[in-house]
């Protein structure tokens, strides 16, 4: 007879089996969208528009202000750069590429947030930041806090690191309300992708940290800091994928450095990638030499490479600006 935590693991197992199945027969729509107006999904909800792409959408619709866009990988990438060595010069370089491959954010430190949101102001490209980093052992105080700063900077998208210590010590209410505390500091103005730092968690202790995520109101859980000693994998992608459902967005992050292994992670459930390899990604087999995760990079040259022909196996989705 299963007894003790693995109880615990299978009840959240089974509930979440039970969710997905569920939500297959589950039909999607753009409206009711809480991070526009609805014209700007395309920019702005890079998940839902896959969704509808993969459920047969092959046009979309766009108000002024989106530029065409048919790279749905590329879209489902946030460009990365948290070396603490990154300079001015390599963050606005790292906009600049954002703008060019059509990424869906850059992912910066606290510090750059400002700068990027007035480099990206006219592009459809999100700033995302990080809270809690790379530890997450910060009071929850300083999380809630942190997060309300980078949302008055500009910051459309947060990615808080758990407290994984807490976690292993079994305070799951303590752990839930250090999560909903940056949700509530978001107030529906943005994104929470909540990083469980999977290479330190058992199997057992990365369902729960989803299970928590999600019933504190994040919108993502995420592998990985590229800190730790591990980043993403297949595995714990499927895992994380089957303890959320299909409600919230599963980011793989930490490792993440070409096209193929981006293209596994997708399959695997991944709904975002985050990766400072973005150009090498979108780009297949050309151009963009590969860099650590969260490295600094030399500043990008012209980009000659074309985007749109990069190859992925999902269906791609044509834009139709209005006005």
């Known amino acids: 007879m299963t007894t003790g935590p693995n109880i615990d693991l299978l009840a959240d197992l089974i509930a979440a089996e039970l969710r997905t199945q569920l939500a297959s ?16 999904c395309v920019a702005h909800c890079a998940d839902k528009v896959r969704r509808l792409a993969a459920c047969g959408a092959d046009r979309f619709t766009a108000g002024p202000g989106v530029d065409a866009c048919d790279n749905v990988l590329a879209r489902m990438i946030d460009h990365t750069l948290l070396a603490p060595t990154a300079s001015q010069q390599e963050i606005e370089a790292l ?44 009071r929850s105080e300083t999380k809630a806090y942190e997060a309300i700063r980078a949302l008055e900077d500009g910051a459309a998208e947060l990615d808080m690191v758990i407290n994984v210590g807490a976690l292993r010590s079994g305070a799951y209410s303590e752990v839930e309300r250090d999560i909903r505390g940056v949700v509530e500091a978001a107030r529906r103005r943005a ?8 290479a330190y968690l058992t199997d057992e202790e990365k369902v729960k940290a989803c299970v928590l995520a999600q019933a504190a109101g994040a919108h993502f859980v995420k592998t990985s800091t590229g800190f730790g000693p591990g980043g993403a994998t297949e595995d714990d992608i499927r895992l ?12 793989a992050a930490g490792g993440v450095g070409d096209q193929p292994t981006a293209l596994k992670m997708i399959e695997a459930g991944a709904t975002r990638i985050g990766a400072s390899a973005g150009v090498k990604i979108v780009r297949g087999n050309g151009g963009g030499p590969e860099r650590p995760y969260g490295a600094a990079a030399e500043p990008s040259g012209s980009g000659n490479g074309d985007v749109r022909a990069a190859v992925i196996p999902a269906p791609r989705a044509t834009i139709h600006k209005l006005g």
């Open 95 to 138: 906009c600049d590429e954002a703008v060019e491959f059509c990424f869906a954010t850059v992912c910066i430190n606290p510090w750059w947030v400002r700068l990027a949101v007035e480099r990206l102001a006219t592009t459809p490209v999100r700033v995302c930041t990080v809270i809690g980093f790379p530890l997450g052992a910060n």
């Open 240 to 251: 994380m994928r089957r303890a959320v459902g299909a409600e919230l967005g599963v980011k």
């Open 25 to 40: 027969g589950t039909s999607y729509a753009l409206g009711a969208c809480d991070r526009c107006d609805g014209s700007h």
């Open 191 to 198: 994104k929470v992708k909540v990083i469980i730092e999977a």
